[in-house]
Structure formats: C-alpha cells, structure tokens
C-alpha cells in the first residue's frame, strides 16, 4: 500500500466534508481518487483536469521535502492522507 498526502484548497465549498470522507481511504489508482473528487466536489465541465490543477497529492517523500523547503500553503489548503493499492 502507498500513502499519499493530498492539499484541496480551501476555496471549494465542500471540502471540508470531502477531506473527511476520503481521510485514510485506499483507492486502486490515483484516477479513482481524481474521479471521486470531482464528482464529490462538483467539478464541471468537460475538461476537468484543468479544474483540479489546484489539488496536489504528494508522496510521503515529495511532501516531506516541499514542506521543509516552505514550498506549501498550509493557510489556504485542507490535508489529509490517502492509500493507493500497490
């Protein structure tokens, strides 16, 4: 199992209550995750992935040293951890 951490900003309006439902969830891919979410977190239109370029997900690794370097908004994000199946 992989972990990851994932930033949503906080300018979704429900995202509060989408960072509870998905904390410590194990999806199969990264592209279930990206499906759940926009859906959860009514994201329209056809191409949604230029919507979602404000959600990061970091590996543990990644998200360690981003976070050492100062390289992340905690202020303006809700985090929260989520599994990927290997």
Known sequence: ??????????AY???????????????????DLRDFL????????D?????MVDIQLYNLSDFTQASNDDLINYEGNFICYV???K
């Open 1 to 10: 199992m992989i972990t990851s951490i994932l930033l949503i900003p906080v």
């Open 13 to 31: 309006t429900n995202v509060r209550d989408v960072i509870n439902t998905v904390e410590g969830q194990t999806y199969p891919t990264t592209k």
């Open 38 to 45: 926009t859906k959860e977190l009514k994201i329209e239109g």
């Open 47 to 51: 191409d949604n992935e230029e919507e």
């Open 83 to 85: 599994h990927f199946k």
